[in-house]
DNA sequence: CGTGTAGTTGAGATGCGTCAATAGTTGTGG
DNA sequence: CCACAACTATTGACGCATCTCAACTACACG
């Protein structure tokens, strides 16, 4: 099953979503454009955020320029929390986005007096633990078509329509998700399309026309 | 860097280990046979393990019987642990295995009244967080030589001898940490000796001879 | 209307997978 | 100690999925 595909998400559309972090001394909202970077691999952590809305990917990068994105966060989610002094990722905006950030000095001190607060950071842990699990049979044992069909329906999942995506991210973010590259992305959604499985309606607008047949395609 | 590589254990013979999970009131020490189940993937979680002696892997399957190894766990380790009612990997003995068996229940009322085990889990859940996330990038991102060079270069720096490495584990389970298959692994270890950078000893210990060209591989 | 960026498509190269044969290793029983 | 079976690993030949390099197209923005 792919039901999570390493998004940092679980929320869905209606669902109730209990107030994170509520005893964490919070900072300003900050505000980042599009591909704009929000901290980097090595920065000091002296902080982590939760986004209010546009989308953030974190990706770690090798010598050679190459990029592997670990997952895309949106409205909600909480990224660049770290145990360790240095962040292990590099967080940017995908696109123009809004960020409350919380001060992790607080946020240590807290949990320090508040057990409560210790409890939702080892969730958020343990749900992003699950996610990059699933990521890896991903990335190590599926084809192209596999990934590609599997991110499409995780992406139809948590948006308001079952059946239409918005793509915020463009195909080398993708790709990056995916272990794959650019042309291949391309590629696989033409195939896609040919095989009547979705409808590329614009370039960041697909229509799943047979979740059924994208959902098998992942056994 | 290939710091980690998904292992789940930070040990380093002669460091000094913490006691984890000492308020943790522990079951039985439980043995296993090289091959044995030890939990499925959907068990329900009633106990999590430390491991005394012995290596377990823990991994998920797809429907058509291919496997991805998460990680590899030795002395010390703890696996096991979920937030959920459920298991979501399979873990196995690679070899004949003693491991200790902590009641989930306990462990949580524990967590309710002992800050500092709270913290404990957290830091473990962080770990193996971190472990995953590098492992993402080396399924994503390298070439089987990479692959390969970055996990003898790991379990070099966790074995007592920094230039002698004993597998613990079948090619199969390699392919399958590695997102390979075991020909491709074979081959990719004929190649590292016929480039002079490690000698096949025997099937099971393998000598590094060259850590530098085997880190500059994965730049 | 040009210019730049993002996406698509094609042709060819290649790394890894698949299938198949061989070799080595381990365990068992005579 | 040897013979045999079963399992594990290696090697080769070949095919295919994906990458690479390159040309072309579409769209956004001045």
Redesign the interface.
């Known amino acids: 099953m792919f039901s999570s595909l390493?998004f940092s998400s679980d929320h869905r559309p209606g669902a109730p979503r209990p107030t994170p972090w509520a005893a964490v001394p919070s900072g300003p909202v900050l505000h980042f454009t599009a591909d704009g970077g929000i901290y980097g691999e090595g920065d000091e952590t002296r902080s982590f955020y939760k986004i209010v809305s546009g989308v953030v990917r974190t990706c770690?990068f090798?010598?050679?320029g190459?990029?592997?994105i670990?997952a895309f966060h949106v409205a909600g989610d909480v990224f660049g929390f770290?145990?360790g002094a240095e962040h292990?990722?590099t967080a940017e905006a995908v696109t123009d986005c809004s960020v409350i950030s919380y001060r992790r000095r607080g946020a240590e001190m807290s949990?320090?007096s508040d057990?409560g607060l210790?409890?939702q950071?080892?969730?958020h842990?343990?749900?992003?633990?699950?996610r990059?699990?699933e990521?890896?049979?991903l990335?190590?044992?599926r084809s192209a078509q596999q990934k590609l069909a599997a991110f499409l329906l995780d992406l139809a999942d948590r948006g308001p329509d079952d059946d239409m995506v918005e793509l915020a991210m463009t195909r080398l973010d993708i790709a990056d998700y995916?272990?794959l590259t650019i042309e291949t992305v391309s590629r696989t959604f033409s195939q896609l399309e040919r095989d009547d499985m979705i409808q590329l309606v614009s370039i960041r607008r697909i229509r799943l026309k047979d979740r059924g047949g994208l959902h098998a395609l992942g056994?």
């Open positions: 390493a770690k090798l010598s050679d190459r990029r592997q670990d770290e145990m292990r990722l949990a320090a057990d210790a409890r950071f080892l969730s842990a343990m749900r992003s633990l699950e990059a699990q990521h890896s049979l990335l190590g044992r995916l272990g056994s």
